[in-house]
């Protein structure tokens, strides 16, 4: 029943929640790592990450016998690796940018660009036109999370703003290659589960030289939730959205992290959040409704005419 998250047989709408659950659990990492007091850096915790999670996607797809075919021959298709070195670079890129400019800022600089570029990618490559409601909730939401980080302080470093808009990019790209691959045929968690892997396999040398940081109950606790649930179990749900939404609106739901960060920031960690900051959080949670009300009406979200479904692409 789970593999059935990466097909195409779910509602637009069901999609849609599924993407914002995802983002939901991405928003669930900081206050993780904070709870667990665990000390380690952020290149260690994005391997770590990787591994485990990639480890729990192959695991699902092994499962099913006759999806293994799909991940090996995956594995010989440049997509796929454009892909899996587009997840590395993602994470490696936007730490070294919220290192450099600080948190709040580096992760809107990447998450506010990755829609555009996300949304502008996928129509090049014809997988449907954004619109102008993705266009007008995009800028909403981009305007809250702005008023939503207001109190990051952006250093002036050119090299942690260029390595968050690197992230930005390479999310667009994954995310964008991920559609593709999907409307092929091709069950999405099987296509994220081959390149998750060699994001992973990539993310290896990071975790080794990291250390034991791990090695506690409450490290391994970490390991496991920063793993299986914000990345097994969010790029499962992730997957709903791969066969049912355009690119652009995808990256667009995913701005629901950092409102969720936030409020968990608030609630958990007894953060303080200011009046722009709640205004911020009111208008992302208002573009992101307008995107999933108004911007998913059954028109240019299905798969192009023509698309293979997952029976009729075969493995060689």
Same mark, same amino acid.
């Given at each position: 029943?789970? !593999? ?20 939901? !659990? ?38 099913? *016998?006759?999806?293994?075919?799909? %991940? ?38 990447? $998450? ?14 014809? /997988?449907?036109? *954004? ?7 995009? %800028?909403?939401?981009? %305007?809250?999370?702005? $008023? ?59 975790? %080794? ?9 409450q490290g391994v606790l970490l390991l496991l939730w920063l793993g299986l649930a914000t990345t097994t179990l969010a790029y499962l749900l992730f997957g709903m959205g791969l066969t049912r939404l355009q690119p652009g609106h995808i990256a667009t739901l995913n701005l629901a992290e950092p409102v969720v960060a936030t409020l968990l920031g608030v609630m958990v960690l007894g ?13 992302? $949670?208002?573009?992101?409704?307008? !995107? ?11 798969? &192009? &005419? ?5 029976? /009729?692409? /075969?493995?060689?």
């Amino acid at each position: 029943m789970i !593999l059935s998250l990466g097909r195409s047989s779910g509602s637009t709408a069901g999609a849609v929640w599924a993407v914002i659950a995802s983002a939901a !659990l991405f928003g669930t990492s900081g206050t993780a790592v904070a709870l667990v007091g665990v000390e380690a850096s952020g290149a260690a915790l994005a391997a770590s990450r990787l591994i485990v999670g990639a480890a729990g996607l192959l695991l699902i797809v092994r499962l099913q *016998p006759a999806m293994r075919r799909f %991940v090996y021959q995956l594995w010989r298709r440049p997509l796929v690796w454009v892909m899996g070195l587009g997840v590395a670079g993602y994470q490696a890129m936007f730490f070294i940018g919220v290192s450099r400019i600080g948190v709040a800022v580096g992760t809107l600089v990447s $998450l506010a660009l990755a829609p555009f570029l996300a949304g502008i990618l996928g129509w090049i490559l014809k /997988e449907g036109a *954004p619109g102008v409601v993705w266009l007008f909730s995009t %800028v909403l939401a981009i %305007v809250g999370v702005g $008023l939503l980080t207001s109190g990051g302080i952006a250093r002036q470093d050119m090299v942690g703003v260029a390595a968050a808009m690197g992230a930005g990019s390479c999310y667009a790209v994954f995310t964008v290659l991920g559609v593709r691959l999907s409307r092929q045929g091709i069950p999405a968690t099987t296509v994220l589960a081959a390149s998750f892997t060699i994001a992973a396999a990539v993310s290896i040398p990071s975790f %080794v030289l990291a250390g034991l940081w791990w090695w506690s109950p409450q490290g391994v606790l970490l390991l496991l939730w920063l793993g299986l649930a914000t990345t097994t179990l969010a790029y499962l749900l992730f997957g709903m959205g791969l066969t049912r939404l355009q690119p652009g609106h995808i990256a667009t739901l995913n701005l629901a992290e950092p409102v969720v960060a936030t409020l968990l920031g608030v609630m958990v960690l007894g953060e303080v959040l200011g009046g722009w900051g709640w205004l911020g959080s009111v208008l992302v $949670l208002a573009a992101l409704g307008m !995107l999933g009300v108004l911007g998913n009406d059954g028109r240019g979200q299905q798969a &192009p &005419p023509g698309a293979a479904t997952s029976r /009729e692409w /075969e493995p060689a």
